[in-house]
């Protein structure tokens, strides 16, 4: 049974001494990629696929808010498969959303609106027609700048909770946070990975810094 705890660890750092050498990265070969970061989730709140498109940067490039916004790749075309049905993402950038789908953007991002300082472009399907489900396998194909790139990934079987509790706070004069446990039972020979995520009453579910186990 693996346990785990709803809080960031205290991270204790030992000082050590070392000879340190300057390094100085050789960009002279160095080749312009394009990043594909992709998501689809399902659970209690199950997303459409949305992809981010973006292209590298040499090591010592300086970087403000205008020249991180350039780093997005636009006009891909991008489709998804499920095996059964094929939906194609279309390039929605932030300041072109209405109210109501910047709160959803946000809530794919795990951010709120007022967090989002730059015009983020992502690949996705507002219509919501294809929704992340457990146990489907997703292929992704994107055509951009002459490149064709694909990916495939699996939804893995949801894990259940054995057991969650909160713990007593030891000093309750002087700490305010609560301690929340929880347990469950990782099924053997399975390699998993295990995300939480928790709300205050009727917000949504955001994800916590440590969400990944």
């Given at each position: 049974?693996?346990y785990f705890?709803?809080?960031?660890?205290i991270?204790?750092?030992i000082?050590?001494?070392?000879c340190e050498?300057?390094f100085?990265?050789d960009?002279?070969?160095?080749?312009?990629?394009?990043?594909?970061?992709?998501?689809?989730e399902?659970?209690?709140?199950?997303?459409?696929p949305?992809?981010l498109l973006?292209?590298t940067?040499?090591?010592?490039?300086?970087?403000?808010?205008?020249?991180?916004?350039?780093?997005?790749v636009?006009d891909?075309?991008?489709?998804?498969?499920?095996g059964s049905?094929?939906v194609?993402?279309?390039?929605?950038?932030y300041a072109?959303?209405t109210?109501?789908q910047k709160e959803?953007?946000?809530?794919?991002?795990?951010t709120?609106?007022d967090s989002?300082g730059?015009?983020?472009c992502?690949?996705?399907?507002l219509s919501f027609?294809?929704l992340?489900?457990?146990?489907?396998?997703?292929e992704l194909?994107v055509e951009v700048?002459?490149?064709?790139i694909?990916?495939?990934?699996?939804?893995p079987?949801?894990?259940p909770?054995?057991?969650?509790?909160f713990?007593?706070?030891?000093d309750?004069e002087?700490?305010?946070?609560?301690?929340?446990?929880?347990?469950?039972?990782?099924?053997?020979?399975v390699k998993?990975?295990?995300?939480?995520f928790t709300?205050v009453n009727?917000?949504r579910f955001?994800?916590?810094?440590?969400s990944?186990?």
């Amino acid at each position: 049974m693996n346990y785990f705890r709803f809080f960031i660890p205290i991270l204790i750092f030992i000082p050590f001494y070392s000879c340190e050498t300057e390094f100085t990265p050789d960009n002279s070969e160095y080749e312009e990629q394009i990043v594909v970061e992709g998501y689809i989730e399902a659970g209690v709140q199950p997303t459409p696929p949305y992809v981010l498109l973006s292209r590298t940067q040499p090591f010592f490039t300086e970087i403000d808010s205008s020249g991180f916004e350039d780093l997005f790749v636009h006009d891909a075309v991008m489709t998804v498969s499920d095996g059964s049905n094929i939906v194609t993402l279309n390039e929605i950038c932030y300041a072109d959303l209405t109210e109501e789908q910047k709160e959803l953007l946000a809530g794919f991002l795990g951010t709120e609106t007022d967090s989002i300082g730059l015009d983020i472009c992502v690949y996705t399907d507002l219509s919501f027609s294809m929704l992340g489900v457990e146990g489907k396998t997703y292929e992704l194909n994107v055509e951009v700048e002459g490149k064709e790139i694909s990916a495939v990934t699996s939804i893995p079987d949801h894990v259940p909770l054995d057991s969650l509790e909160f713990n007593p706070i030891p000093d309750p004069e002087n700490d305010t946070l609560q301690e929340l446990t929880g347990a469950l039972t990782d099924p053997a020979g399975v390699k998993n990975f295990y995300r939480y995520f928790t709300k205050v009453n009727q917000e949504r579910f955001l994800p916590g810094l440590t969400s990944v186990s």
